[in-house]
């Protein structure tokens, strides 16, 4: 089976507040858009996935994978990220109906496209399903059948709302590169430990320079006299 897969990415200038222990206000959007660039290349490497389609506004961000081969899609409702997901997949059914689609978070930089394959292989066998992340309480990939309907639920314990949605939970190991988001510091060394995409850690390099290491905030921008 071959999917879609729709990656929602916010503006960059608002993306990964939560890595404001890590990276300086002016850093922030760059690594949203590296670990974007990695997803997004990553899947399109694998060999499960037909296309994919990311929803965004930002204008960088939609220059900037539509290079690497996504189709980009305006997010239309601006209501967040559920309603990104559901928009996105309705993009997709438009010119193929019958496509299987997969929703997956634009913040995976250590994917490996044999991982993903596998769990899109076992999401094949559900109507619905969905991956909890490394912390066992979000979601990092929600995979629906053909004809059915995403109703993404992603979020503050997206894990529990997925579940109690209906969607059967992928129970795999060895896709620690599928689980592993990056919302904090202490993410995004997860992410290092594992291997990150090429831009990952070119940002993380950086980063590193300026900081000292990941999770240690630099005191300061250059010229912004504090």
């Given at each position: 089976m071959q999917w879609s897969v729709v990656i929602p990415l916010k503006p960059l200038a608002l993306a990964k507040s939560r890595l404001a222990d890590t990276?300086?206000?002016?850093?922030?959007?760059?690594?949203a858009l590296a670990f974007?660039?990695?997803?997004?290349?990553?899947?399109l490497a694998c060999a499960a996935v037909g296309d994919?389609?990311?929803?965004?506004?930002?204008?960088?961000?939609?220059?900037?994978?539509?290079?690497?081969?996504?189709?980009?899609?305006?997010?239309?409702?601006?209501?967040?990220?559920?309603?990104a997901l559901?928009?996105?997949a309705a993009a997709v059914?438009?010119?193929?109906?019958?496509?299987?689609?997969a929703a997956l978070n634009a913040d995976l930089p250590a994917l490996r496209p044999p991982e993903l394959s596998r769990v899109l292989n076992a999401a094949a066998e559900f109507p619905r399903a969905f991956l909890a992340d490394a912390a066992a309480i979000g979601t990092?990939?929600?995979?629906?059948?053909?004809?059915?309907?995403?109703?993404?639920?992603?979020?503050p314990d997206s894990r529990s709302r997925h579940r109690a949605s209906g969607a059967a939970e992928l129970i795999l190991t060895a896709v620690d590169s599928v689980r592993q988001d990056v919302d904090t510091g202490e993410d995004l060394r997860?992410?290092?430990?594992?291997?990150?995409?090429?831009?990952t850690a070119a940002a993380a390099a950086r980063l590193l320079g300026l900081s000292g290491e990941p999770g240690r905030r630099r005191a300061a921008a250059?010229?912004?006299g504090q």
């Amino acid at each position: 089976m071959q999917w879609s897969v729709v990656i929602p990415l916010k503006p960059l200038a608002l993306a990964k507040s939560r890595l404001a222990d890590t990276a300086a206000d002016g850093l922030r959007p760059g690594l949203a858009l590296a670990f974007a660039e990695d997803t997004v290349a990553a899947a399109l490497a694998c060999a499960a996935v037909g296309d994919v389609v990311v929803v965004t506004d930002d204008t960088l961000a939609g220059h900037t994978l539509a290079a690497l081969g996504a189709r980009v899609v305006p997010d239309g409702p601006g209501a967040g990220l559920n309603a990104a997901l559901a928009y996105g997949a309705a993009a997709v059914r438009r010119t193929r109906p019958d496509a299987a689609v997969a929703a997956l978070n634009a913040d995976l930089p250590a994917l490996r496209p044999p991982e993903l394959s596998r769990v899109l292989n076992a999401a094949a066998e559900f109507p619905r399903a969905f991956l909890a992340d490394a912390a066992a309480i979000g979601t990092t990939l929600l995979a629906v059948s053909p004809g059915r309907e995403l109703l993404p639920a992603f979020g503050p314990d997206s894990r529990s709302r997925h579940r109690a949605s209906g969607a059967a939970e992928l129970i795999l190991t060895a896709v620690d590169s599928v689980r592993q988001d990056v919302d904090t510091g202490e993410d995004l060394r997860a992410a290092l430990s594992l291997g990150v995409g090429p831009r990952t850690a070119a940002a993380a390099a950086r980063l590193l320079g300026l900081s000292g290491e990941p999770g240690r905030r630099r005191a300061a921008a250059p010229g912004s006299g504090q």
